[in-house]
């Protein structure tokens, strides 16, 4: 396996240092001085990596999908039931004594409603990011049903989405509640929605 170029790991640290940046101050409130600064690089360079800002929004956003969805890959990948990977998906989700949880480091959350006004190609990238994450939510649903970890459903495509839908917002009532009492809800409602026995 060949190693990046040295231009290559320069616009992964630049991505990646934005990324964290963007969770906290979201798009708007970061400008390109802060990230760069943070990533050590000097100011002048930033063009040289990305055309524009926004460019820079539509690449973190690409690398944010893709680090994602691979992980979902990953755990699909595990054994056991489609039941337990989805479970261990949901229960990500909250914090715990190790983690933030995917609903604090989640772009979709911290930036659908600001990209969606903002810019057209960062709102699409997002938007595919949706499709491909409740794409598999969808499979590992069709395969909880066939292996009996899951309740079937009439429309696993649909139950994906709203399951998702449901979680994002639980995951925006978090932060407004500065708790964890929307996603623990939200976890016993799927758990209940997808209980095979039930």
């Known amino acids: 396996m060949t190693q990046p170029s040295k231009s290559d790991q320069t616009r992964q640290r630049i991505l990646s240092t934005g990324r964290e940046l963007v969770l906290q101050g979201g798009f708007g409130g970061i400008g390109l001085s802060r990230i760069l600064s943070e990533s050590g690089v000097p100011k002048g360079s930033f063009y040289y990596y990305f055309a524009s800002k926004e460019a820079f929004g539509c690449a973190m956003l690409d690398d944010y999908v893709a ?10 990948a595990t054994p056991g039931t489609a039941g337990d990977k989805l479970a261990t998906f949901w229960a990500a989700w909250l914090p715990t004594d190790d983690t933030q949880g995917i609903a604090t480091r989640c ?18 990238i997002l938007d595919d990011g949706v499709t491909q994450l409740t794409s598999r939510i969808a499979d590992l649903l069709r ?12 429309d696993p495509v649909t139950t994906a989405r709203t399951l998702y839908a449901q979680w994002l917002g639980a995951a925006v009532l978090a932060k407004l509640s500065s708790g964890d009492a929307p996603l623990r809800l939200a976890l016993q409602d799927t758990a209940r929605r997808l209980n095979p026995t039930q």
């Open 67 to 76: 680090d994602y969805l691979a992980r979902i890959d990953a755990l699909t």
């Open 107 to 124: 772009l979709v959350v911290k930036l659908a409603a600001e990209v969606a006004d903002l810019s057209q190609d960062m709102r699409r």
């Open 143 to 154: 395969q909880g049903a066939a292996d009996g970890s899951i309740r079937a459903q009439d």
